[in-house]
């Protein structure tokens, strides 16, 4: 007999097989996407994440659509009725506000006026993990206050160990999101449940499992050495416990994050028996 997916980790997991760096093709992204949204797992799985560049170049598959925007701003509505007009449905669009380092407030302004034209098009802006980071959530905050629906989206991970932010300062990221009752997505970084160390470039990898255990401890009024505490543990156990007392309520903070094959999130959370494999 199939089983829900716990409301805890509901729609935890965007599909991003045609993301880089080994995208496959249109068509078997969507043959791929087919077969997991008629799968027990269907409520682990999100949108497929589309890349806008790829986006008139041939035929895109119908189903739930993530935008990813690595075009420009300007260039994100055609794109977005370019897919609609071929019967795709955009459930929200990702885009970066500014490079590392650069200033994120005219970034932010241009992803303000765009969302301003799309009512109801959820979209999250990728706010770099440095300087003007905390000017940007507050101006992320005012346009939510203001009735737009967007919301920040944070990389956690790269080709560099600046890219990977420790557990303490990605803490005061979650904790700055849960002051300003802001929603996040994460990219990058993010290949497995716990925390660990990949063996072939030593750069450490936070775990979405980690991660999302962290929320909860911040949406209960966690301090952030108390979030970071989570953020740092290696071993599941501290994890599970938490995860299965919360499995029936919906996640705070943590929208979600992309994975290149959602079976492999999905595994190991049967592994750690916090889904159940599909059967009671």
């Known amino acids: 007999m199939s089983t829900m997916v716990p409301p805890l980790y509901a729609g ?25 949204s008629n799968a027990w797992y269907q409520g682990l799985i999100g949108s497929l994440l589309v890349p806008a560049s790829i986006v008139g170049g041939g035929p895109v598959p119908r189903v739930p659509a993530g935008l990813i925007g690595d075009v420009p701003v300007a260039s994100l509505p055609v794109t977005v009725e370019k897919l609609r007009a071929a019967g795709v449905t955009v459930e929200h669009v990702e885009a970066a506000v500014s490079r590392r380092g650069e200033d994120p407030q005219p970034g932010l302004a241009a992803l303000c006026a765009f969302a301003g034209a799309q009512s109801g098009l959820r979209l999250y802006a990728e706010i770099p993990l440095s300087w003007g980071l905390l000017s940007a959530l507050d101006g992320v905050a005012e346009a939510r206050a203001a009735g737009l629906s967007i919301a920040p989206k944070f990389r956690v991970g790269g080709l560099a160990a600046e890219l990977f932010p420790t557990p303490v300062e990605l803490a005061a990221v979650i904790c700055a999101c849960r002051d300003r009752e802001l929603p996040f997505k994460l990219a990058a970084g993010l290949r497995h449940a716990t925390r660990h160390t990949d063996p072939e470039t030593g750069f450490t990898h936070h775990g979405f499992l980690n991660v999302l255990i962290a929320t909860v401890v911040a949406a209960d009024g966690g301090e952030v050495a108390e979030v970071a505490e989570s953020l740092a543990a290696t071993h599941p156990v501290p994890l599970v416990e938490p995860a299965r007392a919360h499995r029936d309520s919906p996640r705070p903070l943590f929208v979600g994050f992309g994975a290149a094959n959602v079976v492999e999130p999905l595994t190991e959370l049967v592994r750690l028996g916090l889904i159940n494999g599909g059967y009671e």
């Open 12 to 36: 935890l997991v965007d599909d991003a097989c045609l993301l880089p760096p080994s995208p496959v093709s249109p068509a078997e992204a969507a043959a791929k996407y087919d077969e997991h």
